[in-house]
């Protein structure tokens, strides 16, 4: 089994920055993408940005030009950089990580979130 733990998350001013880091342990060679969602209070969850064991990656409009995620695959470690952080990005952060054996899909595995809050 895999766990996810994301850790970075707090407080900033409009205009700042932040970095989350998720970091992976257990069976972390079946992880093929990975992910970052959020939830912000009442209302669904959302993607913010995907990348691949290789390193391609994908990033919602909403984040695009602001938000980096990258992956280090030899730490296990996935993050995402925040700059020019919003008010409308404060949420709940979680990271997500899709596992397979045999090249069939396993599990959906999900951190446990970390807060971001944007102050105006």
């Known amino acids: 089994q895999v766990q996810l733990v994301e850790s970075g998350g707090g407080l900033v001013q409009a205009g700042g920055s932040l970095r989350l880091s998720c970091a992976a342990s257990?069976?972390?060679?079946?992880?093929?993408?990975m992910a970052w969602y959020r939830q912000a209070s009442g209302k669904q969850r959302e993607l913010v940005a995907t990348?691949?064991?290789?390193?391609?990656?994908n990033y919602a409009d909403s984040v695009k030009g602001r938000f980096t995620i990258s992956r280090d695959n030899a730490k296990n470690t996935v993050y995402l950089q925040m700059n020019s952080l919003k008010p409308e990005d404060t949420a709940v952060y979680y990271c997500?990580?899709?596992?397979?054996?045999?090249?069939?899909?396993?599990?959906?595995?999900w951190g446990q979130g970390t807060q971001v809050t944007v102050s105006s």
């Open positions: 997500h990580a899709e596992t397979y054996g045999l090249g069939v899909k396993l599990n959906d595995i």
């Open positions: 257990g069976s972390i060679l079946s992880i093929r993408d």
């Open positions: 990348i691949t064991r290789g390193g391609t990656t």
